[in-house]
């Protein structure tokens, strides 16, 4: 198996996002690897509403910092279309990851296991996919 050089990791804000983004971050400083964050803005999102897209940028770079992570290995990409199509599309060049993270569930949420983006991207994704549940909490 190929070294892990570059890890994609989607990002909608959600509270499975963020905690794919933790995991991703843990797993790219252990590898000294690269992290791109990648938020699709399409069907749901304006790729023009820039409060949103900066919002979310800060939360990642907040979450990056916290970590550790050496701010020259992430990037942050925004690209329009649907959540699964633009994390399916990180496996290409230019970015060309090894690995996609994404969490179980995004704001689209619907009840079960994966979500819709989550199952799609095991089905069809070219390279591994990690799907990440935020951590239980028991009463």
Do not use: N, Y
Request: hydrophobic share 45%; glycine share 8%; net charge negative.
């Amino acid at each position: 198996m190929a070294p892990i050089e570059t890890v994609a990791v989607g990002f909608d804000g959600s509270p499975d996002s963020q905690a794919a983004v933790r995991w991703a971050l843990r797993l790219t400083i252990q590898l000294d690897a690269s992290l791109v964050f990648v938020h699709a803005a399409g069907l749901l999102e304006h790729i023009d509403e820039p409060e949103v897209v900066a919002e979310l940028e800060e939360t990642v770079w907040v979450l990056a910092s916290e970590s550790g992570l050496d701010p020259a290995r992430g990037r942050w990409l925004v690209s329009d279309g649907d959540p699964c199509s633009v994390l399916l599309r990180a496996a290409d060049p230019p970015i060309s990851a090894d690995l996609v993270v994404v969490g179980s569930r995004g704001k689209g949420a619907h009840a079960g296991l994966l979500g819709s983006t989550s199952h799609e991207l095991a089905e069809h994704a070219p390279v591994p996919v990690v799907v990440r549940t935020p951590p239980c909490r028991w009463p």
